[in-house]
């Protein structure tokens, strides 16, 4: 994690300033300290109301965002496990994604299994086929941060729920498209509707090029 995040250079990315090993022989890196909030909670205060909070300001922080993962993505790094618990937002409005443990380098072959937050990860996330695992894949899941905010719920919320009587299939439930966000809310813009659903299409190939594109 330190050794990704120290090659990425961005404002909206947490610089890492020193790695090394302290007198015990354990590893050690030092990180400016981040004060705010989780994006989660921001998204709460959207929904209440409260502390400043609109929709255009959460969509904004969604936007710096999106940036801040393209950088990422140029440097030839994959979050893969975007989620609001992972972005912080300071006092002044500063966005920060956080947690890199599970980025992943492009052209790095990779044998793990399913890897990443069930209700946000891409099809093929959940499908452990980790070769088509991309920039796009990343993309699905601020699309379904989005849905979040929009639709006050994760992403296959109810299916998720209706499955676990039945025992867990994450891939058989993330790899359907979302319940429309027409069908949960009738007060959502009609164009964050089709942005939220184009980064979250099932095919990679269908959903935004880029995290730019899609900001």
Known sequence: EARITSQ??????????????????????????????????????????????????????MRSVCLAVAFAHSKGVVHRD?????????????????DWGLAHLIGRSEREGIVGTPAYMSPEQA?????????????????AILYELFARRLPHELSLETRAS??????????????????????????????????????PEDRYASALEMA
């Open 166 to 203: 039945q025992g867990p299939d994450i891939e058989g439930v993330t790899t359907a498209p979302p319940r429309p966000l027409s069908e949960l809310r009738d007060d959502v813009p009609a164009e964050l509707a089709a942005i939220c659903a184009k980064a979250m299409s099932v095919r």
């Open 8 to 61: 990425l250079d961005h404002p909206g990315i947490v610089p890492v300033y020193e790695i090394g090993l302290d007198d015990g022989g354990s590893v050690y890196f030092t990180m400016t300290l981040v004060r705010g909030q989780t994006l989660k909670r921001g998204f709460a205060l959207v929904h209440e109301s409260g502390a400043g909070w609109t929709l255009q300001r959460a969509v904004d922080v």
């Open 82 to 98: 975007l989620k609001p618990e992972n972005i912080m937002v300071g006092p002044f409005g500063e966005a920060y994604v956080m």
């Open 127 to 143: 499908s452990a086929r980790n070769d088509e695992v991309g920039p796009r894949s990343d993309v699905y899941s601020l699309g």
